[in-house]
C-alpha cells in the first residue's frame, strides 16, 4: 500500500471501469490487455501495469474476467461504499453540480450545500439539497460523515474556503475553481480544468476540417 | 493526416501542453521523454508514439526543445487561432461555463447562451454573455462564426438539441449531459463525465485513509 499512485493512473482505472461496465452490459465475459490498449489508444504493457499494481488478475492466454475485473476495480477505487460530499458555493456551478445526476450513480451522495449568503441559507437546490452557512461546515461535516468537499467558489476566495475545508477534517477536495490552491499533505487535491475538453475539439476541427477556421 | 487520433491521445496532448507551459515559464529550456513519462506516470515509448505522429521534433540525447514543442502542440491542437463557441442551455451550469475564466485564455471565445425559455431570452450571463432563442442558433451560428457548441441542458432534451446543432453545420459538440448522443460521422463529439474526477478522490480516500469510511 506504500506505493505512490497517480492522479493518470487512477483516471485510467476510472475509464477502464467505466468500459469494463459496458462489456458486463453486453454479456461480454473476458477481456485482453490487447482490446484494452485498442480502446483506450495505449500500449498493452501499461494497461498490465496499471492493473497488476493491484494484484494479479489476469488469466494468461485468455486475459482478464469482465466481471472479476470490474469488482476489482469498483474495490480499488473505493465505489464499494457510499461516499458523502459537500459542495461549497450555492451559484451556478455549485447548483448545477448538486443536481448532476451522474454523481448519485457509483455511490456518491450529494449531502449538502454551503454558502456565505444569508439569502441562500436554508433553502435547496432544485433536486433538494439543502444550502447551510460556510460557518456551520464543521459541524455538519461531522454530522452527515461528509468525505470529500466540492469547490465552486470564485478563484478569489477558494484558498479560504479550502482553509475551512481543511480545518473541517475532510480529506479530499475536488476543486472547479481556476488557479492553483495550497493543501496539507494529507488532503488529496483534484482540480477540473474544462479547457482540456475543449482543446480536444480544437484538435479535430483544426486537422478533419480544413475548410472551418 | 489520414490516421486516426483518439480522444485519449488529445487529452494527453493537452497535458503535455500545460506541463510544459508550465515549464517554459520555468525557464526549462528542454525536457526528455523520460521526464515527461514520469510526470504523468505513461511509458517513455509511449509519448515518443504520441508526439512523432506529428513529426519528428525530438533531439537525440537532448530530448524535446521546450519552447518548440509548445508551440507545435499549439498548432497541433488548432490553439493558434480563436475558436468561437455556443452554449446551449442558460441554466445554471450553461451559465456558470459562460463565466468560467479558464475557457478565455487558449482562443476560446464564449460568444453565446441559447435556451427555449422566452423569460430568459435577450437577457446576458454575468460576464456579458447574451441569451439568443435557440430557433436562431442557425444565424446567429454563421454570423459569430461560432465552431464549437457546449451541450449544457436536461438529458431529456439533449439529442433534440444536438440535432439543432448538426443543422447548423456545427461540427464539434462538448456534452455535460449525462447519457450518450448520436451525432453524423463528420461531428466531433466529446462528453465531459463529472464521476471520474470523483472516482479518484475515491480511491484515495480508500487507500490512503483507512480510517474514513
Chains 1, 2 share one sequence.
Not at 494479479?56 to 464499494?80: A, E, N, S, T
Not at 481543511?166 to 494529507?186: M, Q, T
Amino acid at each position: 500500500m506504500a506505493e505512490q499512485v497517480s492522479e493518470q493512473t487512477t483516471n485510467r482505472l476510472s475509464l477502464y471501469l467505466r468500459f469494463l461496465n459496458k462489456l458486463d452490459a453486453d454479456g461480454v465475459r473476458t477481456v485482453s490487455s490487447k482490446v484494452l490498449a485498442a480502446e483506450f489508444d495505449l500500449n498493452a504493457a501499461l494497461i498490465r501495469k496499471d492493473l497488476s499494481r493491484f494484484g494479479d488478475f489476469g488469466v494468461r492466454g485468455v486475459g482478464y474476467v469482465v466481471k472479476d475485473l470490474k469488482q476489482r476495480l469498483r474495490q480499488i477505487l473505493g465505489l464499494d461504499r457510499r461516499l458523502n460530499v459537500a459542495i461549497i458555493g450555492a451559484g451556478n456551478l455549485g447548483l448545477a453540480l448538486a443536481d448532476y445526476p451522474g454523481f448519485r450513480q457509483d455511490g456518491f451522495r450529494i449531502v449538502a450545500l454551503f454558502d456565505t449568503l444569508d439569502a441562500k441559507v436554508g433553502r435547496e437546490s432544485r433536486s433538494g439539497v439543502r444550502i447551510h452557512h460556510i460557518e456551520d461546515l464543521k459541524r455538519v461535516a461531522r454530522r452527515e460523515g461528509i468525505t470529500i468537499a466540492v469547490i465552486a467558489v470564485p478563484a478569489g476566495v477558494a484558498q479560504t474556503v479550502v482553509n475551512t475545508v481543511v480545518e473541517a477534517s475532510i480529506k479530499a477536495v475536488l476543486n472547479f475553481s481556476p488557479g492553483s490552491l495550497r493543501v496539507p499533505r494529507d488532503v488529496k487535491l483534484k482540480s477540473v480544468d474544462f479547457t482540456v475538453s475543449l482543446e480536444s475539439l480544437s484538435f479535430h476541427l483544426a486537422r478533419g476540417e480544413p475548410g472551418v477556421s
